[in-house]
T-cell receptor, first 114, second 113 residues
Framework: DGGITQSPKYLFRKEGQNVTLSCEQN?????MYWYRQDPGQGLRLIYY???????QKGDIAEGYSVSREKKESFPLTVTSAQKNPTAFYLC?????????????FGDGTRLSIL | KQEVTQIPAALSVPEGENLVLNCSFT??????LQWFRQDPGKGLTSLLL?????REQTSGRLNASLDKSSGRSTLYIAASQPGDSATYLC????????????FGQGTRLTINP
């Protein structure tokens, strides 16, 4: 079945540590996105990528980094510079070219601070 | 700057009732609007997408309407069931070419048996 796989489901970060969240899709989508969701709030865009080896900052990119070396993969690194990383992180993908196609989402990674 | 608001934040109704969820946005220059469902601890599932030229979309017991001039969309759920319990989010795509979606904060819906 086609879809988006995020791992791990739960992740704990120690002070000063960088952690990487994985996102893999087999939908053959060109565009991929990372969102952050805090309790009782909507999703906020961290980074997005429309093509391999290219990505753009979203609204809250500070303290995060990404790479897009393969079409299928878009990992997100939460760096030690992100002082409030506790949140639910969602990865999404979509086709490029037809903006009336919906975004597809993974099941998320919940990041907490130890 | 586009802002999306969903009121109320939570709603509880008895099973079998018809209900309406509301979504409002500040800038009427949108490309489309989507309604999503989110179950606890899960990702989002797209329910309906309304293009800017459309007034409504229907899927089964769900009907979404769009009034761009007033900056409003509604999601109508007919004959509600306990399985409809979830958080419902709306999101607008601000304008053509925009890759980002702007999300509301969601309405947490509980259907009581």
């Amino acid at each position: 079945d086609g879809g988006i796989t995020q791992s791990p489901k739960y992740l704990f970060r120690k002070e000063g540590q960088n952690v990487t969240l994985s996102c893999e899709q087999n939908l053959n989508h060109d565009a991929m996105y990372w969102y952050r969701q805090d309790p009782g709030q909507g999703l906020r865009l961290i980074y997005y990528s429309q093509i391999v080896n290219d990505f753009q900052k979203g609204d809250i990119a500070e303290g995060y980094s990404v790479s897009r070396e393969k079409k299928e993969s878009f990992p997100l690194t939460v760096t030690s510079a992100q002082k409030n990383p506790t949140a639910f992180y969602l990865c999404a993908s979509s086709m490029v070219g037809d903006l009336n196609q919906p975004q597809h989402f993974g099941d998320g990674t919940r990041l907490s601070i130890l | 700057k586009q802002e999306v608001t969903q009121i109320p934040a939570a709603l509880s109704v008895p099973e079998g009732e018809n209900l309406v969820l509301n979504c409002s946005f500040t800038d009427s220059a949108i490309y489309n609007l989507q309604w999503f469902r989110q179950d606890p601890g899960k990702g989002l599932t797209s329910l309906l997408l309304i293009q800017s030229s459309q007034r409504e979309q229907t899927s089964g017991r769900l009907n979404a309407s769009l009034d761009k001039s007033s900056g409003r969309s509604t999601l109508y759920i007919a004959a509600s069931q306990p399985g409809d319990s979830a958080t419902y989010l709306c999101a607008v795509r601000p304008h053509q070419g925009a890759q980002k979606l702007v999300f509301g904060q969601g309405t947490r819906l509980t259907i009581n048996p």
